[in-house]
């Protein structure tokens, strides 16, 4: 991988659920630094796409590559931040707490969560309410704390699936 690799580059990239064809296909290129979105009809296949391109499902055609690893590689996979389109944080857990699991399972340095955790917190606008139990949040403010753990650790590449849904 160097830094002239595109950060996302796919062939003829396909998936079948069964008997049902998800994606048919898709070739593009997405240089490093741009910002770029999928639009389209419900069921037309952007968050399979964003799911083949993270690993999460296997491609049944076609492939490709992501900040210059083959798609589904592990290393390349700590790299990215993602918000997927439906999550749900434990309720009984603190938006901190929240933070603080999801930067030990991006395996974050210790030493670095505090700073990480606060960030976070201030960027999305919810500094104030840290202590808070997620249980409490509107839908909104739990998508903006979804939006907090897709950055932790700057990751190189984010990808936010329906990131704008139920946004206050």
């Known amino acids: 991988m160097t830094t002239t690799d595109p950060a996302i580059e796919t062939v003829d990239l396909a998936k079948r659920y069964k008997g049902t064809l998800a994606l048919a296909g898709l070739t593009m290129r997405v240089e490093r630094g741009e910002v770029f979105g999928f639009l389209g009809p419900n069921g037309a296949g952007k968050s399979t796409t964003v799911k083949l391109l993270l690993g999460l499902a296997r491609p049944t055609g076609g492939g490709g590559r992501v900040l210059g690893a083959p798609i589904g590689d592990r290393e390349a996979r700590r ?9 749900r944080y434990q309720a009984w857990m603190t938006a901190r707490e929240v933070l603080a699991l999801h930067c030990e399972l991006a395996r974050l340095p210790r030493p670095t969560w505090g700073g990480e955790i606060d960030a976070g917190l201030r960027l999305v606008g919810l500094a104030e309410r840290e202590t808070s139990r997620v249980g409490t949040f509107s ?3 739990q998508q903006r704390l979804g ?5 932790l650790g700057s990751p190189d590449l984010v990808f936010l699936d329906e990131p704008t849904s139920a946004l206050d």
């Open 79 to 87: 790299r990215i931040g993602y918000l997927p389109e439906l999550f």
């Open 139 to 141: 839908k909104g403010m």
């Open 147 to 151: 939006l907090a753990v897709a950055l």
